[in-house]
């Protein structure tokens, strides 16, 4: 059976060698096909924006800021890890109180600022790109760009983030970032952090010290004159949601805590400040994460100041813009815009539409003509289009063979004809614009996801079905051989272990290094 198998000459020494060289061939190749199609990696650049290049303003007026006129100083980000969004939506019937479960309606403090205050409030589904770790989330709204699936082992060895990012950005204009919370953040932006204090994060059973440290420092912190940005990230909820589940009463009293927290934090809030209340992700019904379900993507991001986030007229036609869902790096640009720091270097997110619906900037003032909010947007998009085709540019200089050209030229042709409609600032022609620069910055958002974060699947069954191949002809020759066949039996088995675990290390190597 076995020479039939392999062919006469392969009972022999050499023909050993012969089947050994092949069978490391195949586990090499095989390993190195798999993770081509599975490790998909992409180039980090290191190019940071700055406030003197050339941005492609429509107003020629960005006094106070960079890019863009601010119309904030000052920002609060809140994080609660693991905020799933169904944890902030309100729901006021049930059909019987049984029916509640331990998460629901258990923040309060958001539905009544959506109802009393609905100029100065906004809330979304924030959606997560997988996966859904905390460090590969917090690179993806600080930095604007798409995680790669190679990076997700990098989540218990957080490293410095190289690339250009928001927080960077407030640095490099001399704000001062006090941070409380996660130590991971520590490790991605710790040199920028002009105050610290951070609390251990893997401690999943703990579900109090992190939060407990914030909040006997939050208020205080927020109280001094010596920042511009104030991080706060807490660990509670996620940490219940590991340890309990979602649906528990220790989950109930944690989202209270935090409900009561930012009551404190909205009450210390004026007018030159935005808040931003947000998940990096979400949970399953037992409380896990890291996936692609839509329980673990659907985080929820609430933006609210004293002063009216939206405050000025628009066409009814502009109703389609608005949205109650955005991707998690959408906010990079948003933010950016509306502090007055460039947008980081390589973000591919998109600004949120209706959020530059303004004609006031930071000192409150307002142009009262009809098109200065309309035109405010087409600004923010014109200026985000343009970073965004930046990047790109720069991209293919190293990773040409990346990019789909074809996909780029439709593409492109959006981006010209929102600047050909954009230059006769009506109200018919800044619609258009609009409209074109959002298919513009979505599709590319959508082709390098296509790049970055899909499995190669031809490629992953190929890989596998070599492997396949090899392991059964590797068993085959183990199982059919006689005593006669090779007198030590031993000698050909640590030959082979030897060989293929060389192969596999060879091959692990290189697909590791491919990555890089």
Same mark, same amino acid.
């Given at each position: @059976?076995?020479?039939? &198998?392999?062919? #006469?000459?392969? *009972?022999?020494?050499?023909?050993?060698?012969?089947?050994?060289?092949?069978?490391?061939?195949?586990?090499?190749?095989?390993?190195?096909?798999?993770?081509?199609?599975?490790?998909?990696?992409?180039?980090?650049?290191?190019?940071?924006?700055?406030?003197?290049?050339?941005?492609?303003?429509?107003?020629?007026?960005?006094?106070?800021?960079?890019? &863009?006129?601010?119309?904030?100083?000052?920002?609060?980000?809140?994080?609660?890890?693991?905020?799933?969004?169904?944890?902030?939506?309100?729901?006021?019937?049930?059909?019987?109180?049984?029916?509640?479960?331990?998460?629901?309606?258990?923040?309060?403090?958001?539905?009544?600022?959506?109802?009393?205050? #609905?100029?100065?409030?906004? /809330?979304?589904?924030?959606?997560?790109?997988?996966?859904?770790?905390?460090?590969?989330? /917090?690179?993806?709204?600080?930095?604007?760009?798409?995680?790669?699936?190679?990076?997700?082992?990098?989540?218990?060895?957080?490293?410095?983030?190289?690339?250009?990012?928001?927080?960077?950005?407030?640095?490099?204009?001399?704000?001062?970032?006090?941070?409380?919370?996660?130590?991971?953040?520590?490790?991605?932006?710790?040199?920028?952090?002009?105050?610290?204090?951070?609390?251990?994060?893997?401690?999943?059973?703990?579900?109090?010290?992190?939060?407990?440290?914030?909040?006997?420092?939050?208020?205080?912190?927020?109280?001094?004159?010596?920042?511009?940005?104030?991080?706060?990230?807490?660990?509670?909820?996620?940490?219940?949601?590991?340890? +309990?589940?979602?649906?528990? $009463?220790?989950?109930?009293?944690?989202?209270?805590?935090?409900?009561?927290?930012?009551? @404190?934090?909205?009450?210390?809030?004026?007018?030159?400040?935005?808040?931003?209340?947000?998940?990096?992700?979400?949970?399953?019904?037992?409380?896990?994460?890291?996936?692609?379900?839509?329980?673990? &993507?659907?985080?929820?991001?609430?933006?609210?100041?004293?002063?009216?986030?939206?405050?000025? %007229?628009?066409?009814?036609?502009?109703?389609?813009?608005?949205?109650?869902?955005?991707?998690?790096?959408?906010?990079?640009?948003?933010?950016?815009? /509306?502090?007055?720091? %460039?947008?980081?270097?390589?973000?591919?997110?998109?600004?949120? #539409?209706?959020?530059?619906?303004?004609?006031?900037?930071?000192?409150?003032?307002?142009?009262?003509?009809?098109?200065? $909010?309309?035109?405010?947007?087409? *600004?923010?998009?014109?200026?985000?289009?343009?970073?965004?085709?930046?990047?790109?540019?720069? +991209?293919?200089?190293?990773?040409?063979?990346?990019?789909?050209?074809?996909?780029?030229?439709?593409?492109?042709?959006?981006?010209?004809?929102?600047?050909?409609?954009?230059?006769? %600032?009506?109200?018919?022609?800044?619609? *258009?614009?609009?409209?074109?620069?959002?298919?513009?910055?979505?599709?590319?958002?959508?082709?390098?996801?296509?790049?970055?974060?899909?499995?190669?699947?031809?490629?992953?069954?190929?890989?596998?079905?070599?492997?396949?191949?090899?392991?059964?002809?590797?068993?085959?020759?183990?199982?059919?051989?006689?005593?006669?066949?090779?007198?030590? &039996?031993?000698?050909?088995?640590?030959?082979?272990?030897?060989?293929?675990?060389?192969?596999?290390?060879?091959?692990?190597?290189?697909?590791?290094?491919?990555?890089?």
């Amino acid at each position: @059976m076995m020479k039939k &198998l392999i062919g #006469p000459g392969l *009972t022999t020494t050499a023909g050993v060698l012969i089947l050994l060289i092949w069978l490391a061939v195949c586990y090499t190749t095989g390993l190195l096909i798999f993770t081509r199609g599975f490790l998909l990696s992409r180039q980090e650049l290191t190019n940071r924006s700055e406030c003197h290049n050339e941005v492609y303003s429509l107003t020629d007026d960005s006094e106070g800021g960079c890019w &863009l006129k601010p119309r904030y100083r000052k920002l609060v980000v809140i994080v609660i890890d693991a905020l799933r969004y169904d944890f902030v939506e309100y729901k006021q019937t049930w059909e019987s109180e049984q029916d509640v479960p331990h998460y629901r309606n258990k923040l309060p403090i958001i539905h009544e600022l959506l109802s009393s205050e #609905p100029d100065n409030t906004r /809330l979304f589904k924030f959606i997560a790109d997988p996966p859904t770790t905390t460090m590969q989330r /917090l690179k993806g709204f600080t930095t604007g760009s798409l995680p790669t699936f190679i990076d997700a082992g990098s989540n218990f060895a957080s490293r410095e983030i190289l690339e250009d990012n928001i927080i960077s950005q407030f640095s490099s204009l001399g704000a001062n970032i006090t941070f409380l919370g996660d130590d991971t953040w520590m490790g991605l932006f710790g040199r920028y952090l002009t105050k610290t204090m951070p609390f251990p994060s893997f401690y999943v059973r703990d579900l109090h010290t992190v939060d407990d440290g914030i909040l006997d420092n939050l208020q205080h912190e927020l109280l001094n004159e010596d920042w511009r940005v104030v991080v706060a990230h807490f660990l509670g909820v996620d940490h219940c949601g590991h340890w +309990y589940g979602p649906d528990h $009463p220790e989950m109930a009293s944690k989202l209270t805590q935090m409900d009561q927290m930012l009551r @404190m934090v909205v009450d210390t809030l004026d007018n030159d400040t935005l808040l931003l209340v947000m998940g990096d992700h979400g949970m399953t019904e037992v409380g896990d994460h890291g996936g692609e379900s839509t329980l673990e &993507l659907e985080a929820a991001l609430i933006m609210y100041s004293p002063r009216k986030l939206v405050d000025g %007229p628009a066409p009814e036609s502009f109703d389609r813009f608005k949205v109650d869902t955005v991707a998690q790096i959408d906010i990079v640009p948003t933010i950016s815009l /509306l502090l007055g720091i %460039p947008i980081p270097f390589s973000n591919i997110g998109e600004v949120i #539409p209706e959020l530059f619906l303004s004609s006031a900037n930071v000192d409150g003032d307002s142009d009262t003509t009809a098109t200065s $909010p309309l035109l405010n947007v087409a *600004t923010a998009f014109r200026i985000n289009a343009h970073q965004v085709s930046k990047y790109i540019r720069q +991209y293919s200089a190293g990773s040409s063979n990346e990019i789909p050209h074809a996909t780029h030229s439709v593409l492109q042709s959006y981006y010209t004809q929102a600047e050909s409609s954009v230059t006769s %600032p009506d109200e018919r022609n800044l619609l *258009t614009a609009i409209s074109n620069y959002s298919r513009y910055l979505r599709g590319i958002r959508e082709m390098f996801r296509g790049i970055w974060a899909r499995f190669d699947l031809p490629l992953i069954v190929t890989g596998i079905s070599t492997l396949v191949l090899a392991i059964l002809v590797n068993a085959a020759a183990v199982l059919n051989r006689t005593p006669g066949d090779v007198k030590n &039996l031993p000698a050909f088995l640590s030959a082979n272990v030897a060989l293929v675990s060389v192969s596999l290390c060879v091959a692990a190597a290189m697909a590791v290094l491919d990555c890089l």
